[in-house]
């Protein structure tokens, strides 16, 4: 089974600051990952797929084998950043982690 | 393009009765996911339907049931309500179940057991 850990529940960063929410996966076999995200207020929906290596909103995420991670970087935060973040695998049967809670600090 | 809808925004039951939800799939998705996200935690995987069959189940006890229907929208039952099923209930759809597709998710139902 597909299992994901975001070690970091709650990621305090200066406005401007660069940006980088954990996850680790365990799997044996390619992953496929995501990353959503829940703006306060606003339902849960997906920021990023890992296989189409898009950037939206200017976060980036690499897939790294080697180290088995999907982290989400961004290079300068913004206060509209501040939200959940859930790294999860693809499939849909899975259960989210905690998450990260990243709050942007003006 | 319609989005996943859900119904209804909120309810409130006590304890012992039983409970319905609806969730309506985004247009062309055959898949529907059921979720419990409790205050403060992720959403848990409750079971997931593909062309009105079960096909997958999490954790959760057999007064949890669902369906899904021939247009597949889906509905989410439970039974017995106990006060810990007081949660916001979410349901996403997918392309196709099993493979490696991202999930559309709803507003949620909040549901309240006194």
């Known amino acids: 089974a597909q299992r994901v850990t975001q070690p970091e529940k709650l990621l305090s960063v200066f406005k401007g600051a660069p940006v980088e929410l954990k996850c680790n996966y365990s799997y044996s076999g390619s992953p496929e990952l995501f990353w959503y995200v829940q703006y306060s207020r606003q339902r849960l929906q997906l920021l990023l797929r890992?296989?189409s290596r898009e950037s939206i909103k200017g976060f980036t995420a690499d897939l790294n084998k080697g180290e088995t991670s999907f982290h989400l970087k961004k290079p300068f935060a913004q206060e509209e950043d501040s939200a959940m973040y859930y790294c999860a695998p693809g499939g849909g049967k899975v259960t989210f982690g905690t998450g990260t809670k990243l709050q942007v600090i003006p | 393009e319609t989005g996943v809808t859900q119904s209804p925004t909120h309810l409130i039951k006590t304890r012992g009765q039983q409970v319905t939800l609806r969730c309506s799939s985004q247009s062309g998705h055959n898949t529907v996911s059921w979720y419990q996200q409790a205050l403060g935690q992720g959403p848990q995987f409750i079971f997931q339907?593909?062309?009105?069959?079960?096909?997958g189940r999490g954790n959760f006890p057999p007064r949890f049931s669902g369906l899904q229907f021939p247009n597949y929208s889906s509905e989410l039952n439970v039974n017995a309500l106990e006060l810990d099923d007081s949660a916001l209930y979410l349901c996403a759809s997918s392309p196709l179940a099993g493979g490696s597709h991202e999930q559309y998710f709803g507003p949620g139902t909040r549901l309240t057991v006194t």
């Open positions: 890992h296989i």
């Open positions: 339907y593909y062309r009105e069959e079960e096909n």
